[in-house]
Each structure stands twice: as structure tokens, then as C-alpha cells.
């Protein structure tokens, strides 16, 4: 099956620094992606949806400020978390669809375990 | 969307078959039910989708009753690199439908 990568995969940074997120569709191009995020022991929340070129539209309750996401190509958007707090370490995924042919499937990257201290 | 109902959790014995019920009483005409899984620590993995018809891959089969409004997923050889969360989750196939995961069913297969 189609390929999404994320980097990195795991990262640590201390409260008030910014972290980027990379996710990349590896084999197909994606005008569309999502952003998930997930504490232990619980289920997936998706965050934003990233469309290529324009801006993200983000679930209820996501800062935009916060969570800044740029989808500036067909294979790859970037989620950047600004001014982290302990508060937003979690696992973070993304997910792309591939736009290229009539299928609507969603293929998800490894994620990222983001830690803050 | 429509809400999929699932258990918490089952127990599987290796080399059996592992049947995971889900119930989306609510579903619409035009709602695919999908399955996707998650081994700890790791992106989910898609594995079957369908729209009324039974489904068969090389990773499960999936079951739909004719009123819709139930569905099971069969891993017929279940092994112990099964053993995930697992969620049921119904959408319609159009644009860029995002997907919603509820809370699944941990599913632990046992040597």
C-alpha cells in the first residue's frame, strides 16, 4: 500500500520552544491530509484537516495559533506546535489521502511521540 | 457520521478465529463501514471496507447484516502480531471525508 512517513519520530523539548512535524506522502501526492493526535490509552482526536495551498480547517476546540499547519506541496504538510507546554506532549498522526485516482482511502504515518519538559 | 458502538475488549486464543462485532444502528444509505487497526505505538493500519456486500481480503473478512445496522470483522487465523485496538468507524466515500475514530476494541490474542 501507498507510504506516509512522519519526522520525527519521537522528540523532546523543553516548555515555551516550537516543534515541527513533518508528514510526507511518499509514493502519491495528497491534497489532503489530517492531523490526529492521541494520549495513552485513548482513541485518536483529529485535529485539522490540511488542504495543499490553502488554510487548514481545524476541529472545534484545536487553537490555530497553537497548532500551526502548512501544506505547501502535493507531499507534504507540517504541523507546528508553538510555545509547548507539558500539556501537549502526546502521539501525533497524520494521515493522507491519495488524489490522484477515485479511491477515498486514507493511509496514516507512523507518528510522532512529542514530550515536553 | 454515523456512531459505531464496539466492546472494550476480547480475548482471542492464537490460531482461532477472532470475531469483533460492531453496531451503527444510525447508518445512512450512503455510509461505508470501515475497519483499521492500531499495534501499540504505531499509525493505524487500514484493513477491509464495505457498503452492504460481505468483503474478503488477504487480512480479514468482513460481515454485514442485510439491515446494515451491525457489522463483524473476522480474522480467521488470528496470531499474536494481532493482537491491537481495533476500530469500526462508518463515513460516506465522497471529497475529503475525515475519518472519527471512537474508542474500539482491544483485542489481546493469546499464545
Known amino acids: 500500500g501507498a507510504v506516509v512517513s512522519q519526522h520525527p519520530s519521537r522528540v523532546i523539548c523543553k516548555s515555551g520552544t516550537s516543534v515541527k512535524i513533518e508528514c510526507r506522502s511518499l509514493?502519491?501526492?495528497?491534497?489532503?491530509m489530517f492531523w490526529y493526535r492521541q494520549f495513552p490509552k485513548k482513541s485518536l482526536m483529529l485535529m485539522a484537516t490540511?488542504?495543499?495551498?490553502?488554510?487548514?480547517?481545524?476541529e472545534q476546540g484545536v487553537e490555530k495559533d497553537k497548532f500551526l499547519i502548512n501544506h505547501a506541496s502535493l507531499t507534504l504538510s507540517t504541523l507546528t506546535v508553538t510555545s509547548a507546554h507539558p500539556e501537549d506532549s502526546s502521539f501525533y498522526i497524520c494521515?493522507?489521502?491519495?488524489?490522484?485516482?477515485?479511491?477515498?482511502?486514507?493511509?496514516f504515518g507512523p507518528g510522532t511521540r512529542l514530550t515536553v519538559t | 457520521d454515523a456512531k459505531t458502538t464496539q466492546p472494550t475488549s476480547m480475548d482471542c486464543a492464537e490460531g482461532r478465529a477472532a470475531n469483533l462485532p460492531c453496531n451503527h444502528s444510525t447508518i445512512s444509505g450512503n455510509e461505508y463501514v470501515y475497519w483499521y487497526r492500531q499495534i501499540h505505538s504505531q499509525g493505524p493500519q487500514y484493513i477491509i471496507h464495505?457498503?452492504?456486500n460481505n468483503e474478503t481480503n488477504e487480512m480479514a473478512s468482513l460481515i454485514i447484516t442485510e439491515d446494515r445496522k451491525s457489522s463483524t470483522l473476522i480474522l480467521p487465523h488470528a496470531t499474536l502480531r494481532d493482537t491491537a485496538v481495533y476500530y469500526c468507524i462508518v463515513r460516506v466515500d465522497q471529497g475529503a471525508q475525515k475519518l472519527v475514530f471512537g474508542q474500539g476494541t482491544r483485542l489481546t490474542i493469546n499464545p
Open positions: 490540511s488542504n495543499e495551498g490553502s488554510k487548514a480547517t481545524y
Open positions: 494521515s493522507a489521502r491519495d488524489s490522484s485516482g477515485f479511491s477515498y482511502e486514507q493511509y
Open positions: 509514493d502519491f501526492q495528497a491534497t489532503t
Open positions: 464495505g457498503l452492504k
